[in-house]
């Protein structure tokens, strides 16, 4: 089935720095890219998302790109602040229809 | 008015124990899901249902038993709970054609001592 794989953390900036967060994907195919978001003591919310190649999703000012050539779809922010310190999971379709498979997270922490 | 609500926050209790954990969701979804998050935030599927059917069942020992009374709720029941349990459990439901757009509960943080 689908895989992704994504950056390690933890990473740290300090507030206004640039931001990727690199995941690639593994799959048979062009399947959909997504990017999730968990701030402290809550669940995942759904933060963007990309369905074909060379599709941007966007929002909260992140971007992310679905490139083919690299399958990749790296996370990017021009200009961090201390409101988007969480983990960040790259996610794919997994084995079945009804299935994410996610990656192992990143840990985000912004500094004032 | 929370979309996927889960109770307990926080379960603390001995080994051997049974529990359960409760999961509901009011946006009209007609699937859920439990997964399993560890200590290094990994992201585990555990089950999934679809209108009260189960869909998925991954590799969990059979001493965790789902069970969805309704389309809005999926409940978790653990049987002799063990150390290795401990962990974040979160619920989170689908809409019909959006699969991958998943609305998660804040989780249930269990500790088995």
């Known amino acids: 089935g689908n895989s992704v794989t994504q950056m390690e953390g933890p990473v740290t900036l300090s507030e206004e720095a640039f931001l990727t967060i690199n995941c690639t994907y593994t799959?048979?195919?062009?399947?959909?890219l997504f990017w999730y978001v968990q701030y402290p003591g809550e669940g995942l919310q759904l933060l963007l998302k990309?369905?074909?190649?060379?599709d941007k999703g966007s929002n909260k000012g992140f971007e992310a790109t679905y490139r083919k050539e690299t399958t990749s779809f790296h996370l990017e922010k021009g200009s961090v602040q201390v409101s988007d310190s969480a983990v960040y999971f790259c996610?794919?379709?997994?084995?079945?229809?009804?299935?994410?498979?996610f990656g192992k997270g990143t840990k985000l922490s912004v500094i004032p | 008015d929370t979309a996927v609500s889960q109770t307990p926050k926080y379960l603390v209790t001995q080994m051997g124990n049974d529990k359960s954990i409760k999961c509901e969701q009011n946006?009209?979804?007609?699937?859920m899901y439990w997964y399993k998050q560890d200590s290094k935030k990994f992201l585990k599927i555990m089950f999934s249902?679809?209108?009260?059917?189960?869909?998925i069942n991954e590799t969990v020992p059979n001493r965790f038993s789902p069970k969805s009374p309704d389309k809005a709720h999926l409940n978790l029941h653990i049987n002799s709970l063990e150390l290795g349990d401990s962990a974040v459990y979160f619920c989170?439901?689908?809409?019909?054609?959006?699969?991958?757009?998943?609305?998660f509960g804040a989780g249930t943080r269990l500790s088995v001592l």
């Open positions: 989170a439901s689908s809409p019909q054609g959006a699969k991958n757009i998943q609305y």
């Open positions: 799959a048979t195919g062009y399947p959909s």
């Open positions: 990309a369905t074909k190649a060379d």
């Open positions: 996610a794919t379709p997994g084995a079945g229809s009804y299935q994410l498979t």
């Open positions: 946006l009209g979804h007609d699937t």
């Open positions: 249902y679809n209108n009260k059917e189960l869909i």
